[in-house]
C-alpha cells in the first residue's frame, strides 16, 4: 500500500490502519510489531517521485531501569559505565527504526539510540535528532520523568498519537 504524503485524508489512514493491523497480525512481541509498524509508515508513504518523504521513521517508549531487558542494560552499562543505575530512573528505549540507511532497517542495528537516560542533563546535546522532536513539540526533558500525557498538546495528537518532525 502507498500513499502519496500530499494527498493524505482520514480514509487513506483508516486503509492504511487495517493494512499495518494485517502486516502485524503475527507478531508476538511488541518489539517485532513496532519493528514491523517502523518499515510499513516508512514505506507506505510516497511523494510525487514516488520516494518515501521520512529519511528515517522511530519509535520510542520510556521504561523504567528494572523493566528493561538484560540486552538493553548490558547496552547502557557500555555506553555508561560509570552511571549510578536505580532501579527506577526512566530510559528512552528503541523498539522499531525503519530508514534510509541500513543500519537504520532494524533497531538492533543502532549503535547510539538503543538507549538512554532521559535523566541525563546532557542527553539533547548528545543527540541532535531528539532535541529537534522535542523542540517541535513544545517538551522540557523534565516532563519525560514522570508518566505525563499532556505531550500531546494539540487536538489532533490527542486523537492520533503520532506526530511528524520535519527536517529532525
Given at each position: 500500500?502507498?500513499?502519496?504524503?500530499?494527498?493524505?485524508?482520514?480514509?487513506?489512514?483508516?486503509d492504511l490502519s487495517k493494512h499495518i493491523k494485517e502486516k502485524c497480525?503475527?507478531?508476538?512481541?511488541?518489539?517485532?510489531?513496532?519493528?514491523?509498524?517502523?518499515?510499513?509508515?516508512?514505506?507506505?508513504?510516497?511523494?510525487?517521485?514516488?520516494?518515501?518523504?521520512?529519511?528515517?521513521?522511530?519509535?520510542?517508549?520510556?521504561?523504567?531501569?528494572?523493566?528493561?531487558?538484560?540486552?538493553?542494560?548490558?547496552?547502557?552499562?557500555?555506553?555508561?559505565?560509570?552511571?549510578?543505575?536505580?532501579?527506577?530512573?526512566?530510559?528512552?528505549?528503541?523498539?522499531?527504526?525503519?530508514?534510509?540507511?541500513?543500519?537504520?532497517?532494524?533497531?538492533?542495528?543502532?549503535?547510539?539510540?538503543k538507549a538512554f537516560s532521559i535523566h541525563d542533563e546532557?542527553?539533547?546535546?548528545?543527540?541532535?535528532?531528539?532535541?529537534?522532536?522535542?523542540?517541535?513539540?513544545?517538551?522540557?526533558?523534565?516532563?519525560?520523568?514522570?508518566?505525563?500525557?499532556?505531550?500531546?498538546?494539540?487536538?489532533?495528537?490527542?486523537?492520533?498519537?503520532?506526530?511528524?518532525?520535519?527536517?529532525?
Amino acid at each position: 500500500m502507498q500513499i502519496n504524503f500530499n494527498q493524505l485524508s482520514i480514509a487513506k489512514i483508516i486503509d492504511l490502519s487495517k493494512h499495518i493491523k494485517e502486516k502485524c497480525i503475527n507478531f508476538s512481541s511488541f518489539e517485532e510489531i513496532t519493528q514491523e509498524l517502523m518499515r510499513v509508515l516508512y514505506s507506505s508513504f510516497v511523494t510525487e517521485g514516488g520516494r518515501s518523504p521520512f529519511v528515517l521513521a522511530r519509535f520510542f517508549k520510556s521504561c523504567a531501569y528494572d523493566k528493561l531487558p538484560d540486552d538493553i542494560k548490558n547496552y547502557i552499562h557500555n555506553k555508561e559505565p560509570k552511571a549510578n543505575f536505580i532501579s527506577s530512573n526512566k530510559y528512552l528505549t528503541l523498539l522499531g527504526s525503519f530508514g534510509e540507511l541500513d543500519n537504520w532497517k532494524n533497531r538492533n542495528l543502532s549503535e547510539n539510540y538503543k538507549a538512554f537516560s532521559i535523566h541525563d542533563e546532557h542527553l539533547l546535546d548528545k543527540f541532535p535528532m531528539l532535541s529537534a522532536v522535542f523542540d517541535k513539540i513544545g517538551l522540557n526533558l523534565s516532563h519525560l520523568k514522570q508518566t505525563d500525557k499532556s505531550i500531546l498538546i494539540k487536538d489532533y495528537h490527542r486523537q492520533y498519537r503520532v506526530f511528524c518532525v520535519e527536517n529532525a
